[in-house]
């Protein structure tokens, strides 16, 4: 059986025509096409993946949980995607570079995110915390699929200056129909660019279904542009890092880009502002925790007797130490002078910025002087 | 100095700046083999190469997209868009990433991109290939626009915005591509005035005359025209649209009094609008008579045989030069607003 998409497959929402290496209960079934890619991941390297998924579930909740406290202003959960972010994210060498989305938790995550990278952007302190270049990964992008065209344009770059690095473009269903999305896949196929395509099929845009995006896998798309495809299973973290290793290979070794869809679901609201009851049943929702992806790969360590409570219980110790610190850069996170909204509009000095500064300091000077006459007792001007 | 077109000029300086820095490079549609529809990357790509004079898919958000991800990598993409009417499909692109990656990373990601306009009309053109969309982004913060009026300017600016580590959008009046005038190609671009700095293209006394791009030289020739009448006007040519020189713009005015703007864009909250709100904030009690504005209408661009009646010429801009002097004009005794 091959995972290329051809013209029979089924529906877009389909969720069984995929690649896998572990069945929702956990069990490890072979995959000619996959098994290659993951020879070396033994027990050791499961438990580290298992351990990733916990820790951004872990901060996914305190996320949603610091929003409802009001120290934050909005979060996009990630529940029930932490394969895919995690499985695709490790497979990618340190000086790739990801281009992620807003919903992209478990890739900053996996790239090196300091804990007040998951938050301090919700909190609407910055709108970027982290240098781009220190953790080979974008800002992560809010317009729904810009970043595909970044990737492929960073992908360029990377063939310019004959290096054997890949881009990694991130976003979701819903971006699928963008133009941008497509017209990133023209110009990587033209210009055979090295990069990786992940589409995150989440099954919900907002309200919207897949299948108002699309009539046909979101996979079987990019063979039409001349990219090859694999659709995977997105909540097996095992075949997601598989499919990526294959995918990074692929463009790495100077055939151009590829294309992965991973077929998961968003457990949760689209943001900690949406009402998913108003648009999808409880049934569907509950018919996907049962593919729970971390209990499934915590069943297949456990059936290889490679994992016990004790290697739950530190993991979930360090899931509430980086919970911790997410709290805290939440919560200890000062909000910067006013006058700095005026910086780095532009890289070099410019006279209707420096104009603007001028007059906002004068005016902001003009409150201190106030608050100095308040304290003195004295009038104010 | 050797005489050049602007077309030309835009040429040597495209060629000058890739030759000057390999991280240059130039993306667009047909500007390979063609040279660009008005060939002003003629015989670039048989110099640098295929991978530095790039010919894209038709798909303009496409190109500013690469172009974003290409200065992420460390690359000074030159764009060109093949005419004025063909950049919204990349407007998302420069209004939201382009314009504001430097501001949303706190200064780490820097968009040295240049985006080449063919720009305005005058050429008998097409629907769609003689839009004036810069107030757009001048709207826009983060970007810097620019308007060249001669072949100096064109190839020496274009250097400048090569050289900014800021985005600039670049545009070039296409009816002028075939005016020639002289260059110096050898100019030191340090010494050269910055592209932020509006140039006094006539001096006068009694009008300021503010204006950009193709409409400097219909502005000189009304301030010709003025001086048989007796009237001295002052022609500013602005050069840089965002930021606006405001110091070279208020003096002008402290001396005249009077002021007239003039482009072929739209009226309707266009440049004119907000070089006008300025120079009445800044020199309002200068100032002897209402600014007037002398634009496009506000209509869509018209078919070409009727643009001659939408772009602004010599005799509507000496009508408003009328007006500010309090000389009879064509609004005498029609129109009090």
């Known amino acids: 059986m091959t995972h290329t998409l051809t013209p ?67 979060w996009p959960p990630c529940q029930g995607q932490e394969a895919t972010q995690v499985g695709t994210a490790r497979a990618m060498r340190a000086d790739d570079f990801a281009f992620p989305s807003y919903r992209e938790t478990g890739v900053v995550h996996v790239r090196g995110a300091k804990p007040a990278d998951f938050v301090l952007a919700w909190r609407g302190e910055e709108h970027s915390t982290y240098n781009p270049y220190d953790l080979h990964t974008a800002t992560q992008q809010i317009i729904i699929g810009a970043q595909a065209l970044h990737a492929v ?185 006013p006058i700095t909204v005026l910086d780095h509009v532009y890289a070099e000095p410019h006279s209707g910025i420096d104009e603007q500064r001028a007059w906002f300091g004068a005016y902001l000077e003009g409150f201190a002087a106030d608050e100095v006459h308040a304290e003195t007792g004295e009038a104010a001007r | 100095m050797t005489q050049l077109t602007m077309a030309k000029a835009v040429n040597e300086g495209l060629r000058r700046a890739m030759a000057d820095d390999p991280k240059v490079l130039v993306m667009g549609e047909d500007i390979g083999k063609l040279g660009g529809v008005f060939r002003i990357t003629d015989g670039l790509q048989d110099e640098f190469g295929a991978e530095r004079v790039v010919d894209t898919p038709l798909a303009e958000a496409g190109i500013m997209g690469t172009a974003v991800g290409l200065a992420f990598r460390g690359y000074r993409p030159v764009v060109e868009i093949q005419f004025d009417g063909f950049v919204y499909p990349a407007f998302d692109q420069i209004v939201c990433q382009v314009a504001k990656l430097h501001y949303r990373t706190r200064g780490n990601v820097t968009m040295p991109l240049t985006i080449r306009i063919p720009w305005a009309g005058g050429v008998g053109a097409a629907e769609h290939h003689s839009e004036s969309p810069e107030a757009y982004f001048v709207h826009t913060s983060g970007l810097r626009v620019v308007a060249v009026s001669n072949p100096q300017d064109a190839y020496v600016m274009l250097r400048q915005a090569i050289a900014s580590n800021d985005p600039v959008v670049y545009f070039e009046p296409k009816r002028l591509y075939h005016a020639k005038g002289e260059v110096d190609l050898g100019v030191d671009l340090a010494d050269a005035p910055p592209m932020g700095l509006a140039r006094v293209a006539r001096e006068g006394s009694d009008v300021t005359l503010l204006t950009y791009g193709s409409q400097v030289g219909i502005a000189l020739d009304a301030a010709t025209a003025a001086e048989d009448d007796g009237v001295s006007i002052e022609v500013i040519d602005l050069r840089s649209i965002s930021p606006v020189d405001y110091r070279t713009v208020t003096a002008s005015v402290r001396k005249t009094g009077r002021v007239v703007v003039t482009h072929e864009a739209a009226r309707e909250a266009g440049v004119g609008a907000e070089l006008i709100a300025s120079v009445t904030e800044r020199c309002f009690h200068y100032l002897e008579a209402p600014p007037q504005r002398v634009t496009g209408h506000d209509i869509p661009y018209p078919p070409a045989k009727l643009e001659k009646h939408h772009l602004p010429d010599l005799d509507r801009i000496l009508d408003a030069v009328d007006r500010v002097l309090d000389r009879p004009n064509s609004l005498t005794g029609v129109f009090e607003p």
């Not at chain 1, 499961?46 to 009001?70: C, H, K, S």
């Not at chain 1, 099954?203 to 995006?213: F, R």
Request: net charge negative.
């Open chain 1, 8 to 74: 029979t497959a089924d529906l877009a929402s389909d969720i069984e025509d995929v690649a896998r290496l572990l069945t929702p209960d956990g069990e490890r079934i072979a995959d000619p096409e996959l098994d290659r890619w993951v020879q070396d991941v033994d027990a050791s390297a499961l438990r580290g993946l298992y351990r990733d998924m916990v820790l951004v579930r872990r901060v996914d909740t305190e996320g949603v949980a610091l929003q409802r406290q009001g120290q934050l202003a909005l």
């Open chain 1, 153 to 337: 344009g960073y992908a360029m770059g990377i063939q310019r200056d004959r290096s054997d690095q890949v881009s990694v473009a991130y976003f979701g269903d819903g971006a699928s129909s963008q133009g941008d999305v497509n017209e990133a896949m023209v110009f990587a196929a033209s210009y055979r660019a090295p990069v990786v395509f992940v589409c995150t099929n989440n099954h919900w845009a907002i309200s919207e279904p897949v299948t108002v995006q699309a009539k046909f896998p979101i996979a079987g798309r990019a063979p039409g542009f001349g990219i090859p495809s694999m659709r995977v299973d997105g909540n097996d973290v095992l075949a997601c890092l598989a499919a990526t290793r294959w995918a990074l290979d692929h463009a790495r070794t100077g055939n151009g880009p590829a294309f992965i869809e991973a077929v998961t679901y968003r457990m949760g609201p689209h943001t900690t502002s949406d009402d998913p009851t108003r648009y999808r049943d409880k049934d569907e929702v509950e018919s996907w925790r049962r593919r729970d992806p971390i209990a499934r790969i915590e069943a297949l360590l456990r059936g290889e007797d490679e994992f016990d409570d004790a290697f739950a219980a530190t993991v979930a110790e360090d899931a509430d130490a980086l919970a911790r610190d997410v709290r805290e850069a939440a919560m200890t996170a000062t909000t910067r002078e």
